[in-house]
């Protein structure tokens, strides 16, 4: 269906007025009928011509994934293949889990030409979603009318966990300012678990390191050089239940723990470790531990849709599953947002990994609850509040310290540093040898 202007509807609005004098001095009504009559004939021959002008096409180009909350520019190509220039309004049909800026735009594309228009779109969701169609407004010759034109350019592209964060990682490796991150690197030349390699001595090295056998034969001093254990296995415990729906920014926590996963992942595998996953209270998913780069995107094209449910985290049952399915000793990372209830569940579950497995919690702390405690108390809704949340972190921390009781290796964080402490507890647990 066509589209009346808004330059048409004031040239209505000019001929009412005209009307309404008329109905004051009736010798302004021959002046009304021949507006009324040259008014009716231009739109309609303004409105012939729109539908008889030369078709328009258009393409998109968008990339197949999007890393979930980070801005993309996405671009369309309009093409005019009519003798005269055209103007438009330009719509694009996206999902409604994303946000977009600089939609819908106007432009005017010159005969045999095309215009290139970009806007910004933002993944506030993953999964696989259909941009089924651009919309076009096309404005008549004498801009009465616009032809509402729908176009089935369809796409299709999948919203990933936030990848960026493994380009950061790689590119401060290289320059060797992990420090930028909150990485902490505590290895020193020398130490380490397995042998990595014979060199000369260097000032600093302990005696220990000296191989007395290559020093004899090369009549100078020869050091063996160790590096951390490689080809051990790390198995991610992803908790889909209820809690993990809980947001303290655009991302839930749930998304924030996909995004550690992903970094640490990245960086088990630069260690010449496998890397594993396994899902509960949820949806389950297994990936078996596996070694190289192509198990960041087995990772990615498992979890990419994965959504945390509405059950309780059931740890002993996840626990269960695991053993049956993996046999080999692996570091095992518990993901979740512990509350002290879960003590009568999840410690049961942690005796039970810990007879073949090494078994680190992490859980996650709401941002809001260290915003209550850094907010000045002025009033007294404010210090019962204040008091309600000390009482809540204590019975936390009672639940945190029975973790430790138990010989398990935990870390309670918020969602924006986990990815860093988890990090750090790996690179730790590496260097001590106990895995």
Not at 65 to 87: D, E, F, K, T, Y
Not at 134 to 142: E, K, R, V, Y
Not at 362 to 376: H, P, T
Request: proline share 4%.
């Amino acid at each position: 269906m066509p589209l009346p202007s808004k330059r048409l509807f004031y040239i209505l609005s000019a001929l009412a007025f005209i009307g309404l004098l008329a109905s004051l001095w009736p010798s302004l009504i021959i002046l009304w009928k021949i507006a009324l009559y040259s008014i009716i004939a231009l739109a309609c021959i303004d409105l012939l011509l729109v539908y008889l002008k030369q078709p328009i096409e258009a393409s998109r180009n968008i990339p197949s994934s999007l890393p979930l909350g980070v801005a993309r520019h996405i671009s369309l190509r309009v093409h005019n293949h009519s003798q005269r220039s055209q103007q438009l309004e330009i719509f694009d049909h996206y999902p409604q889990q994303m946000d977009v800026k600089g939609l819908p735009v106007s432009v005017s594309i010159a005969a045999q030409q095309y215009a290139d228009i970009q806007y910004k779109l933002i993944a506030t969701e993953r999964g696989k979603f259909i941009f089924p169609l651009i919309q076009l407004h096309l404005c008549s010759l004498l801009g009465l009318w616009q032809r509402n034109i729908k176009l089935d350019v369809v796409n299709e592209t999948r919203v990933y966990p936030n990848f960026a964060a493994l380009s950061q990682y790689a590119l401060l490796a290289t320059d060797n300012n992990l420090s930028q991150m909150g990485i902490i690197k505590k290895r020193r030349r020398g130490e380490g678990q397995d042998f990595h390699q014979l060199r000369e001595y260097r000032e600093g090295d302990a005696l220990r390191q000296i191989d007395w056998k290559a020093t004899s034969r090369s009549m100078k001093l020869i050091s063996r050089e160790y590096q951390d254990e490689r080809d051990q296995e790390i198995i991610f415990m992803l908790d889909c239940g209820y809690r993990m729906l809980a947001k303290d920014d655009d991302l839930s926590h749930f998304d924030h723990t996909l995004n550690a996963i992903l970094l640490l992942s990245y960086v088990a595998l630069r260690q010449g470790d496998a890397v594993g996953l396994a899902t509960f209270s949820g949806e389950s998913r297994w990936i078996p531990p596996r070694k190289g780069y192509h198990t960041i995107q087995n990772i990615l094209n498992t979890v990419y849709d994965l959504q945390p449910s509405s059950e309780s985290p059931d740890f002993s049952k996840a626990a269960t599953d695991l053993l049956l399915r993996h046999k080999k000793r692996a570091l095992v990372i518990i993901l979740s947002n512990i509350r002290d209830e879960d003590s009568d569940d999840l410690l049961p579950a942690i005796s039970l990994l810990r007879k073949r497995h090494l078994v680190l919690v992490s859980s996650l702390r709401e941002k809001a609850i260290d915003n209550v405690l850094s907010s000045a108390v002025k009033k007294l809704p404010d210090a019962i509040l204040n008091a309600a949340t000390h009482q809540y972190l204590q019975h936390r921390k009672k639940s945190f310290e029975k973790l430790l009781i138990s010989r398990a290796n935990a870390v309670e964080t918020t969602p924006d540093h986990l990815s860093v402490e988890l990090i750090n507890a790996y690179l730790n647990i590496k260097r001590s040898g106990v895995l």
